[in-house]
């Protein structure tokens, strides 16, 4: 009976059994583009059983939408895995970011805070050079800023949120990898973040789900144009994840059942993608991987 109550006791401290917030969550919304820190629940992003082991060691990252959601979570992971952190945000988001900046001193790597707009390709270069400029390299970009809007119908799609939509979600990617490549040196990689609507659509995400399957098909093509300069390109395509992407498009309601509908019931935390970017970006766990698109869906079995 003893052995019996100290195994229980072991499996309910093992790894991935911490609670994670379910829905109802708090009505919420904010003005675009959210702001973590106002988010209730907080988003988890500290990984507290992930444990470090030196799998990008010396090597930087260039993450856009580095501040907050999967990218300040990608960005704690990386610094445990030793690498040092560059984040492209809006500036409008520099409590966030801030955040962001104290959480990889924290894991005893140094971050570079790089204010700006992606859909801008001169912007694009500058953040690419002044990274170099700080760290003397570049192994890693992660293109993970992203905007969208929930619209009824196609009629309700402006020019102006098209645009918008698309320069930021698929025009900011080819930029910033385009500038990115300048600098890499074989053992490099490129991580996408793409999304399960690329490969199912939404019905009320026209714009957006169009920019994510061309995501798709970017990482595809680009891992095919790259392989044999040995330079690695992934996509990580999440369901419902809880950023400040979702309160700041949906209505309060909508917002407080963020991710109900998937399997498990709930919406993922960044921390809980975030190990799948390590891997992509880690020539230790997937040299062999390139033009790949890995959907983490909470249970959700379809898509692929």
């Known amino acids: ?3 019996r109550k100290r195994s229980a006791k072991k499996r309910a401290k093992m790894p991935g059994t911490q609670p994670r917030p379910r829905p109802p969550f708090p009505k919420q919304h904010q003005p675009k583009p959210g702001i973590e820190a106002k988010m209730s629940p907080r988003p988890q992003y500290e990984a507290p059983t992930y444990r470090g082991a030196g799998r990008l060691a010396g090597r930087v990252a260039l993450i856009t939408g580095g501040d907050s959601g999967i990218g300040r979570a990608v960005a704690v992971l990386y610094a445990r895995e030793g690498a040092n952190v560059a984040i492209v945000y809006m500036k409008a988001e520099q409590i966030d970011a801030d955040e962001t900046k104290s959480a990889v001193e924290r894991e005893g790597a140094t971050c570079l805070l790089i204010p700006g707009d992606v859909r801008t390709p001169a912007f694009c270069e500058r953040a690419v050079e002044r990274t170099v400029d700080e760290f003397g390299r570049l192994d890693i970009l992660v293109n993970n800023a992203a905007f969208q809007q929930h619209q009824e ?22 930029y910033m990898a385009r500038a990115a490549v ?15 609507t690329g490969l199912e659509g939404s019905k009320e995400l026209l714009d957006y789900s169009a920019t994510k399957g061309a995501i798709h098909a970017f990482t595809k093509s ?19 994840i809880w950023t400040p992407l979702n309160v700041a498009d949906k209505p309060p309601a909508a917002a407080a ?5 998937t399997p498990m019931k ?22 062999y991987i390139t033009g790949e698109v890995l959907t983490l869906l909470g249970g959700e079995t379809a898509a692929g």
């Not at 645009?163 to 025009?171: C, G, P, Q, V, Y």
């Open 1 to 3: 009976m003893a052995t």
């Open 153 to 174: 119908s196609i009629e309700d799609i402006s020019d102006e949120q098209l645009e918008r939509t698309f320069r930021t979600n698929i025009f900011g990617y080819f």
């Open 182 to 196: 300048r600098q890499m040196k074989p053992g490099s990689a490129i991580v996408n973040t793409g999304s399960i």
């Open 222 to 240: 680009l891992a095919q144009s790259l392989v044999a300069r040995k330079i690695r390109v992934n996509c990580v395509a999440p369901g419902p």
């Open 257 to 261: 059942k963020h991710g109900e509908d």
């Open 266 to 287: 709930r919406p993922g935390q960044p921390e809980e993608v975030a190990p799948s970017y390590v891997f992509f970006a880690s020539n230790a766990d997937s040299s």
